[in-house]
């Protein structure tokens, strides 16, 4: 079960850099030109969880193996996207494929570094992608709704359903309102889900600090977290510059530039992390002698589906799971411990897997 959140922003305001220290690589080219980023670059990140470690040291697991996320490097928007201005249709066509957004805006001065729009204003650059995903969905609308009014005076039960969607959705938009904004009944969830609209995305703000503002942020991020707040969207202060040069670092060599820099930990910990949350996912483990291994379910998931993320004949032949907490497994020193101190459970089909439990799954081939 694959995530992915897409990297956005204005040309020039380090959705690139970011995305190098993300995935430890070279792929995405960090230039200071617009458009530098000429195809969308995918790369897998581990999500940090230091339970991982934890319990594999508990059961002596001779590997261990992370979840992890899909982050996409988008080419720089630029006002006028949703014409086609710039690479638009192509990248806004890359955002819709997206689970969420990471919206990068630029929290630093630097004469060196040019501004697509000659200023520093992270609050508006904000609104203008905003703006242009909002353009674009609008247009989307309206070219749906055109296409099913056959449908809908026939009386087809999906595109009234849609119609209706599609027609909320419209009225936000032209409110001057994103489409999450409406609020959708659990009966209309996998109808809304399937419109697939840009503005329907959950959205992190990374506010991209200068070096010495990592730890404490500046006015322009503080700002941004106010907007974020406002709209209910989650906001992270870091210095792409900082993380980019950690990332090339051995981790105890990372620790020591971290703590020189007065920070607890690196703020690509924070992105991940904060994007894991904005998709309401959670983990759980499966743990032995062989491997450690953690896996990346929504929240409310059922016993059934989380073993079906393992493999398909795990959730087709579902019979139970024998099920412990994480902090059961840590403080009773693990399986067998947990077994002989009556906190291993057997749960059944109905069962809602917790984060952090450990999980051993019995199925019929």
């Not at 489409?179 to 109808?191: C, H, L, N, P, Q």
């Not at 491997?291 to 004949?313: C, F, N, S």
Request: with cysteine.
């Amino acid at each position: 079960m694959g995530f992915k959140t897409g990297i956005v922003g204005l040309p020039n305001v380090g959705k690139s850099t970011l995305f190098n220290a993300l995935t430890r690589t070279a792929a995405a080219q960090a230039a200071n030109f617009p458009f530098c980023t000429i195809e969308p670059n995918v790369g897998e990140v581990a999500v940090p969880d230091a339970r991982l470690d934890i319990l594999a040291g508990i059961a002596g697991s001779k590997q261990i193996i992370p979840t992890r996320m899909t982050f996409v490097d988008i080419a720089g928007l630029v006002k006028g996207a949703s014409k086609g201005e710039g690479l638009g249709n192509q990248f806004l066509a890359n955002i819709r494929e997206c689970d969420a957004i990471a919206h990068v805006v630029r929290c630093f001065d630097d004469g060196d570094v040019t501004h697509v729009e000659g200023r520093i204003d992270p609050v508006e650059d904000a609104q203008t992608i905003e703006t242009e995903l909002m353009l674009a969905d609008m247009e989307s609308i309206e070219k749906r709704l055109q296409g099913i009014l056959r449908k809908v005076r026939g009386g087809d039960k999906e595109a009234v359903q849609q119609e209706r969607l599609l027609k909320d959705a419209l009225a936000a938009l032209e409110d001057g309102k994103p489409a999450r904004s409406v609020e959708i009944g659990e009966d209309d969830a996998k109808a809304w889900s399937m419109l697939q609209l840009l503005t329907t995305k959950p959205i992190l703000y990374v506010c991209n600090v200068s070096e010495q503002d990592a730890a404490d942020g500046n006015d322009y991020s503080k700002a941004v977290q106010k907007m974020a707040a406002e709209q209910g969207a989650a906001a992270v202060v870091i210095s792409a510059r900082i993380e980019e040069e950690i990332s090339q670092l051995e981790l105890e060599e990372a620790q020591m530039f971290l703590d020189e820099m007065g920070l607890k930990e690196a703020g690509l910990s924070r992105v991940i992390r904060a994007g894991y949350e904005l998709l309401n996912l959670q983990t759980y483990f499966t743990v032995g002698p062989k491997e450690a291994r953690a896996w990346t379910i929504p929240e409310g998931t059922l016993a059934p589906q989380a073993a079906g993320v393992i493999h398909g004949d795990f959730e087709r032949g579902f019979i139970r799971s024998e099920t412990i907490a994480y902090d059961d497994y840590v403080a009773l020193g693990g399986e067998q411990g947990a077994k002989d101190g009556g906190k291993m459970r057997v749960e059944g089909k109905g069962y809602t897997v917790k984060d952090g439990d450990v999980l051993h799954f019995l199925f019929n081939a």
